[in-house]
């Protein structure tokens, strides 16, 4: 079993940035890659950003230039740097790991709120 706890949401004006992080537990040795989804009220779940064992990334087009992820794997932790946040931004950030042989496992959200 794989564990997700995540931290750092909150509220921030246009143009700020906020950090999220995903601490892994548990089995973590299976994980091969982790990443980020968010749901805005109302919306489905999209990608925002994955990042592989070995550092591969992609991002949602709506994000590129400014989000960044990355990993640092003694701590098995995850990260989400949001830099020029938009209203748009608004949503649930989800945390999620793509482990070997089971269902993804998914943290319980964090509210990021962009105000304009």
């Known amino acids: 079993q794989v564990q997700l706890v995540e931290s750092g949401g909150g509220l921030v004006q246009a143009g700020g940035s906020l950090r999220l992080s995903c601490a892994a537990s548990g089995y973590v040795v299976t994980i091969y890659a982790m990443g980020w989804y968010r749901q805005a009220p109302g919306k489905q779940r999209d990608l925002v950003a994955r990042?592989?064992?070995?550092?591969?990334?992609n991002y949602a087009d709506s994000v590129k230039g400014r989000f960044t992820i990355s990993r640092d794997n003694a701590k098995n932790t995850v990260y989400l740097q949001m830099n020029t946040l938009k209203p748009e931004d608004t949503a649930v950030y989800y945390c999620?790991?793509?482990?070997?042989?089971?269902?993804?496992?998914w943290g319980q959200g964090t509210q990021v709120t962009v105000s304009s």
């Open positions: 999620y790991a793509e482990v070997v042989g089971i269902p993804n496992p």
């Open positions: 990042i592989t064992s070995g550092g591969s990334t």
